[in-house]
């Protein structure tokens, strides 16, 4: 999560790209998505004839092209967008659609997707016909490597947003079309529809996907949908009405197959920050590929986290620099997008270090990852290895996910490496691991052993909620299946709110939680087969030291 401090074809937003073409100038115009339609629309287009294109060796007529887009790029400070710095960068695998009128109709003439270049082609066309060119927000390849990406405008019925030319005849000539996705910034803001906005989310994610990609060619990736819109707001509770206000929190991964990425203008706009879109892409990864068992909640520089949320959230940063391979990650915002914070995942220092810190696992994975030795970082694995140890041991592990089970994981897949791996672990104040539980760290974890009680203390030291020690995990074994009373009971007063949530190990599975609001005490009833388990005991209201016998019976 941000936080530093199919749809059917019937719902689609028409976003008439700018319009260049390189023989003919395609006079598109444009409508904005979420602003009244303009009382003034031009009633005719030009007309110039279009340069003809040899036709090919079949003798059919056929229309070629390249659709780009506009990626508006930070300052070289990294605070900020330049908009005196806009390249056209190609939009990569979306999908075209030749139709003979309009977007939202069924009369399709070919569907085909750019290359890695941006081109496409429509071959075999019939002469003199009327047609438009129409490029959707989407990414779309079935089989094996295949993946199912489309943005959409969740404040407007999931409409996915589309690019489309003007209406022209194709004549008796084949002719090169290509079109243009604007930003729209008109020099003090934006003062047309931000055409670019979807496409250059779709290039970040279609990014990340080729570097997984280049790990393993047999991926299939589950479809996403990614929700953005100019009406996207870092407000709201995260209910289902306010996401289709747009009241979205904050850019996220909602672990349902869905991102929801900022918009509003002299806000906080997201659409360019290609880490901030890699990084939330990266909690559907893990959702999808390896596991992440992170509650979420509030993080930033010098928290000392939940071991679970450190991992996740330092995952997701680093993931951004892998799959750029470029270290500096940047959130811009403000007036005119004008202000942001930026930081650079190789070689800045921790604000804090430990196995709590989010700053550290961003720094750790990296280093693994990268080319680049410096400092106690003697060590190139590239992202194979990475990959691997996520989607296999990291996706099974019997401990709650963590620095902990990576590492561990990572070394019994590359035990000649260990030694590098604890020069890069001790650079960052965590002692070699020996274990999934940590245990050479510290005593987040409990073990039941033989008998049916144990006894536990949580911290709001640190924080609430998601905090270091606010969270403490009882291994237990039953063996025998049965209902079993589990219970939590304050032993140093009474004005605590504990909660707890149960876990089978094998295979992992959230059992359910017991989190009534009585003080003191909480009390669950399960059925529990013979195996191992993990309970998650916390005090819902934060108290600075809270003391807990636990029975199972």
């Not at 081109?119 to 066309?125: G, H, Q, R």
């Not at 489309?150 to 407007?156: C, I, Q, S």
């Not at 295979?507 to 005490?521: A, E, I, V």
């Amino acid at each position: 999560m941000k936080n530093r401090i199919y749809i059917l074809l019937t719902f689609i937003i028409i976003i008439y790209g700018c319009g260049e073409v390189t023989t003919i100038d395609d006079g598109t115009i444009i409508y904005p998505t979420s602003t009244p339609t303009p009382t003034s629309i031009p009633t005719s287009i030009p007309t110039i004839e279009p340069s003809s294109i040899p036709i090919d060796s079949s003798g059919t007529v056929k229309i070629i092209g390249k659709i780009t887009y506009d990626r508006v790029h930070v300052n070289s400070s990294g605070i900020g967008l330049n908009y005196n710095n806009i390249t056209r960068d190609s939009a990569r695998k979306v999908t075209v659609k030749l139709v003979k009128n309009s977007c939202i109709s069924n009369d399709i003439i070919r569907t085909t997707s750019t290359n890695d270049s941006g081109d496409y082609e429509f071959l075999n066309l019939t002469p003199m016909q009327n047609v438009r060119i129409c490029v959707y927000a989407k990414l779309e390849k079935s089989g094996i490597g295949g993946y199912d990406v489309e943005v959409v405008d969740n404040t407007n019925n999931d409409a996915v947003y589309t690019m489309q030319s003007s209406l022209f005849n194709i004549g008796e000539d084949s002719t090169r079309r290509n079109l243009n996705a604007s930003s729209g910034w008109g020099g003090y803001g934006y003062s047309s529809a931000r055409v670019s906005a979807p496409f250059a989310i779709l290039d970040s994610i279609y990014q990340a996907i080729k570097k997984v990609k280049s790990a393993d060619s047999n991926v299939i990736f589950p479809k996403l949908k990614v929700n953005w819109s100019v009406r996207n707001v870092p407000s709201g509770g995260g209910s289902e009405g306010e996401l289709r206000d747009g009241l979205i929190l904050t850019s996220h991964y909602n672990g349902d197959g869905n991102l929801y990425i900022l918009g509003d203008e002299n806000s906080d706009t997201d659409e360019f920050d290609n880490h901030i879109i890699i990084h939330e892409w990266g909690h559907y990864f893990e959702d999808k590929f390896s596991r992440s068992d992170s509650i979420g909640g509030s993080h930033g520089e010098g928290d000392k986290l939940d071991i679970r949320v450190a991992f996740g959230e330092g995952w997701g940063n680093a993931w951004s620099a892998i799959a750029t391979d470029d270290p500096i990650y940047f959130d811009t915002q403000g007036f005119m997008q004008s202000d942001g914070f930026y930081m650079n995942i190789e070689s800045e220092n921790s604000a804090v270090k430990g196995f709590f810190s989010e700053d550290s696992i961003q720094h750790i994975l990296y280093d693994l990852y990268d080319s680049h030795n410096d400092g106690a970082d003697r060590l190139s694995l590239g992202f194979k290895p990475i990959y691997n140890t996520l989607v296999r041991f990291q996706k099974n592990t019997k401990a709650f996910t963590s620095i902990f089970t990576f590492i561990t994981g990572l070394q019994e897949e590359n035990p000649s490496k260990q030694d590098k791996i604890n020069a890069i672990l001790n650079s960052e104040d965590i002692k070699p691991i020996v274990d999934i539980y940590g245990s050479s760290q510290s005593n987040l974890y409990s073990n039941m052993g033989d008998s049916s009680t144990s006894t536990i203390c949580t911290s709001g030291e640190n924080g609430r909620f998601n905090k270091l020690e606010n969270h403490k995990y009882i291994r237990f074994y039953i063996d025998a299946s049965k209902n079993y009373i589990i219970s939590v009971v304050q032993n140093n007063g009474s004005m605590s709110d504990p909660d707890f949530g149960v876990y089978r190990t094998s295979p992992f599975l959230h059992l359910g939680d017991s989190d009534s609001t009585t003080y003191k005490r909480e009390i669950g009833r399960y059925i529990l087969d013979s195996g191992d388990y993990l309970l998650d005991i916390s005090d819902y209201n934060g108290q600075n030291y809270a003391c807990f016998d636990i029975n199972i019976n």
